[in-house]
């Protein structure tokens, strides 16, 4: 059976009874193989004890898998239509929150908190992001506080091995979803498992998040200031990177990163991220000797 045959029938007559069509300029293509619906429930691990925040709920196709799966089910759309046949659809499930809202101007963990009433909740991600803000929302569910226990998420199958990779093909996207967990893909996604077919294949991606205190640095503001520094231009050494972002004189630069063991040379993508947290260490005991004070930028 292909996966344009193994979908939900709902999904094309959700639409006809809403007299609505995708809409491009949200990114709506909606998940419809039954096969990637339960791996990605499965992949959540999910039982009864859990709260669940769904990123994107559209038609309610796997929202109605995770409610049969989960404690509770908050359901996050940005689509006024879609929110007013979700609250119908799932009006006696009392289980199952729908929200109307923009994912990006929200506190994920204030809304679980506010929701579940816990103050300290343990909540699971389980979202079909549109690929537009792929980036966006990984930053603020991995900054979250407290963050998911994890997250599973479907997007584009080039950014997926993009988060996953290892050195030599190390991206800032790479470092910094790998600085928050543990990223793996658990199943690469045909676009024929969507309505409508996009242009490119995705991925079921799951991440385990860490709490801080086993973050690889423990100011992740400065951490990320060097990485952004050795990542500032994609083919230059990591001396002259380091030289130009964060003012260290060139003939330092060199000292500094041959005093920890990393070939002045290389490049950014050939770094580990142990290697990262023990640059920044380098960096800000320079910083401190020669009375510098370092500027704070945002991580992630």
């Not at 479907?154 to 990223?183: D, H, K, N, T």
Request: proline share 7%; net charge positive; with cysteine.
């Amino acid at each position: 059976m292909s996966d344009r045959e193994d979908v939900s029938p709902g999904v094309k007559d959700i639409l006809q009874e809403l007299d609505l069509r995708p809409r491009k300029s949200l990114g709506q293509n909606f998940l419809t193989a039954t096969t990637y619906l339960q791996q990605a429930v499965a992949a959540a691990e999910i039982s009864k004890a859990d709260w669940v925040l769904e990123v994107g709920a559209g038609p309610g196709t796997l929202t109605t898998r995770l409610a049969g799966a989960a404690g509770g089910v908050i359901a996050v759309e940005l689509d006024q239509e879609f929110v007013s046949y979700l609250r119908r659809s799932f009006a006696q499930q009392s289980h199952v929150t729908v929200v109307h809202a923009d994912i990006l101007k929200t506190d994920m963990a204030d809304l679980v908190r506010r929701v579940s009433g816990q103050a300290q909740p343990r909540y699971k991600v389980v979202a079909n992001l549109p690929y537009y803000i792929t980036s966006a929302l990984l930053r603020r569910l991995l900054e979250a506080s407290p963050p998911p226990q994890l997250a599973v998420l479907m997007l584009q199958w080039e950014v997926a091995r993009r988060i996953v990779a290892s050195p030599p093909r190390m991206s800032l996207l790479a470092v910094s979803v790998q600085f928050y967990g543990r990223p793996r893909i658990v199943t690469k996604v045909p676009a024929g498992a969507f309505y409508p077919v996009p242009k490119v294949d995705s991925a079921l991606l799951r991440v385990d998040v860490s709490l801080p205190e086993a973050w690889p640095y423990p100011c992740r503001e400065r951490f990320f200031r060097v990485v952004r520094a050795g990542f500032s231009q994609r083919r230059k050494q990591l001396q002259n990177n380091l030289t130009r972002e964060l003012g260290l004189p060139k003939a330092e630069a060199i000292a500094l990163l041959e005093r920890i063991g990393i070939t002045p040379r290389r490049r950014a993508e050939t770094l580990s991220l142990a290697e990262w947290a023990i640059l920044t260490a380098a960096w800000e005991d320079w910083v401190q000797r020669n009375a510098h004070e370092p500027t704070a930028h945002p991580g992630g």
